[in-house]
């Protein structure tokens, strides 16, 4: 090693900007507590989120894998979001992290989708100020949820990378956790009630 500080270890810090500790396995243990599998397709985060999980013990017996598009085209190409989509709302919309979702969903065979799409900064995409992240929750049975944020200084030149992705992974997260809670395979026990979108 050279000495210079993994990325990873400075996200899963849990300070300002990072995610908070303890999060990724709280999700894992959540996820295998309801039977439940996932799969990720990130953009603004990078796969980060997926490399949250899979730091977690016990990750293999719920993360099914990631698709990290961080180019438009691959969007469509690797997650099946519609070309459309894309052309009419650009790269940057609640509706693509649900179509990343459900294309990362589908083609890793998980019972639950993430996907994650935003500006990180410092310059603004698809008329969206840096700052701003959707983040959507598919499940195969067809219940969904989703997060978004724009944060605060999110003028362009004054987001905070780091800050932007890790509130993205956090938000990721959180769903995770509600949609375990609210849903379970069959020969599991669920913590109760219906995933809601």
């Not at 799969?39 to 099914?64: C, H, I, K, M, N």
């Not at 649900?98 to 294309?103: K, Q, T, V, Y």
């Not at 969903?105 to 603004?124: E, F, M, S």
């Not at 983040?135 to 800050?163: E, I, Y």
Request: charged residues 15%.
């Amino acid at each position: 090693m050279n000495g210079s500080p993994n990325p990873l270890d400075e996200l899963l810090r849990g300070t300002d900007g990072t995610v908070s500790p303890g999060r990724p396995a709280q999700a894992v243990a959540s996820l295998a507590a309801a039977g439940l599998t996932v799969a990720t397709a990130e953009s603004l985060t990078g796969g980060l989120l997926a490399a949250a999980l899979t730091a977690a013990p016990g990750s293999s017996a719920v993360f099914r894998g990631g698709l990290v598009v961080y180019a438009t085209e691959l969007k469509h190409s690797l997650a099946g979001v519609s070309s459309r989509l894309l052309a009419d709302r650009g790269a940057v919309d609640p509706a693509v992290a649900a179509a990343l979702a459900e294309g990362a969903r589908i083609r890793c065979g998980a019972d639950i989708g993430i996907g994650l799409t935003g500006v990180a900064g410092p310059d603004a995409q698809d008329g969206k100020p840096p700052g701003t992240w959707f983040v959507a929750l598919v499940s195969a049975t067809g219940a969904s949820s989703s997060r978004s944020a724009t944060l605060p200084g999110s003028a362009p030149g004054t987001a905070d990378r780091r800050a932007v992705r890790a509130d993205a992974v956090n938000a990721a997260l959180d769903l995770l956790d509600e949609a375990s809670r609210e849903q379970s395979r069959p020969g599991t026990e669920p913590a109760g009630g219906t995933l809601n979108g």
